[in-house]
């Protein structure tokens, strides 16, 4: 079983409109949660770092929120625009182990004009 | 900084043929990763090194094999191809700590057919 599921799996928005990609996880213990951009035909880019003490935070038009409590996040884009485009992963890091970072499948996101 | 680069972009390989994907980062990084992403999935990490002498198997390491000779290459070797390995694959890298963020090359396409 994933420990990481995003929803949707993918999404199709109007240019100028806002929309929310889910994460939910189950890795344990947690040390810090990542989400990434990537764009078609290219490598991840990061977006977002939280760790358990941060229940928010932005990067120009995406904020990315956590609740390490239910163990979900969220990575809202507001105003999008056709470059928003892309693959969007969550990745969660566990404090130790030898493979520590669980990677979620992404939600692909389509803005339209 | 170049940050992290990638040769070849694209192979096709035939059935029984070996190869190497190349893979350099110029940042000092300490630990480089590979992963393969197959369409539709999350990545997975192949093999993973925490610096220059030093690999370690993760989760999918059947069929390759790595080296980490130097800090900035950590090459990834195919041996006897097989179809299943028809991926695209990543190189990422980042310096120790366990919120320093991770920088992935763009990609090698290869397809074995």
């Known amino acids: 079983k994933n420990q990481v599921e995003q929803s949707p799996q993918s999404l199709i928005i109007l240019e100028g409109k806002n929309c929310t990609l889910q994460?939910?996880?189950?890795?344990?213990?947690?040390?810090?949660l990542r989400w990434y951009k990537q764009d078609t035909g290219r490598g991840p880019v990061s977006l977002t770092i939280m760790t358990f003490s941060e229940n928010t935070k932005s990067n120009g038009r995406y904020t990315a929120t956590l609740d390490a409590d239910t163990k979900q996040s969220s990575l809202h884009i507001t105003a999008s625009q056709l470059s928003d485009s892309a693959s969007y992963i969550c990745v969660v890091i566990r404090f130790y182990g030898n493979n520590r970072l669980a990677f979620g499948k992404g939600n692909q996101v389509v803005v339209i004009p | 900084n170049a940050g992290v680069t990638q040769t070849p972009k694209f192979r096709i390989l035939k059935i029984g043929q070996s190869m190497t994907l190349q893979c350099t980062q110029d940042m000092n990084h300490n630990y480089m990763y590979w992963y393969r992403q197959d369409p539709g999935m999350g990545l997975k990490l192949i093999y993973y090194?925490?610096?220059?002498?030093?690999?370690d198997k993760g989760e999918v390491p059947n069929g390759y094999n790595v080296s980490r000779s130097t800090t900035e290459d950590f090459p990834l070797r195919l041996e006897l191809a097989a179809p299943s390995q028809t991926s695209v694959y990543f190189c990422?890298?980042?310096?120790?700590?366990?919120?320093?963020?991770?920088?992935f090359g763009p990609g090698t396409r290869l397809t074995v057919t």
């Open positions: 990422a890298s980042r310096f120790s700590l366990a919120g320093d963020e991770q920088y």
């Open positions: 090194s925490v610096g220059a002498g030093i690999t």
């Open positions: 994460c939910n996880y189950t890795v344990s213990p947690f040390s810090n």
